[in-house]
């Protein structure tokens, strides 16, 4: 229960900072406030797939319910568009930081810095993939 939440809270503190930070241009901004609509689509999910998954009415707790097989859809459509959002997290700065009015060597370094979040998308990536397989 906790898990799209707290997944959810930590992809807006990214959103928010981007938003401070390259908020001046335009098309960021709704591109930021799409990211976030789709990070709480994640998040209503996560407690659709719990009750999904709660023992029937009047069972004890821990007997298994029959619908909670068919709600893998959930998973996977969490997972894809945590994986989107990552990506847009890490893909958006890019051009902006590639942009700005600074020495090259310099704009190289802030690019390399962000070009760590790289390693990020594949770990998230290779855990979509996991979980679907």
Not at 116 to 123: A, D, N, P, R, T
Request: aromatic share 12%; proline share 9%.
């Amino acid at each position: 229960m906790l898990l799209g939440p707290a997944v959810y809270m930590g992809k807006i503190c990214m959103l928010t900072l981007y938003r401070r930070l390259f908020g001046h241009i335009p098309y960021v901004n709704w591109s930021l406030v799409a990211a976030a609509i789709l990070g709480l689509a994640v998040l209503v999910m996560t407690p659709l797939d719990a009750v999904a998954c709660s023992p029937p009415r009047g069972a004890p707790w821990g007997t298994p319910n029959p619908n909670c097989p068919k709600t893998y859809k959930y998973g996977i459509a969490q997972g894809t568009a945590n994986l989107l959002i990552d990506i847009f997290i890490f893909v958006l700065p890019i051009p902006i930081v590639y942009n700005l009015n600074m020495p090259k060597k310099k704009r190289l370094g802030v690019l390399v810095i962000f070009m760590f979040g790289i390693l990020y998308v594949i770990s998230r990536l290779l855990e979509v993939i996991a979980n679907k397989f």
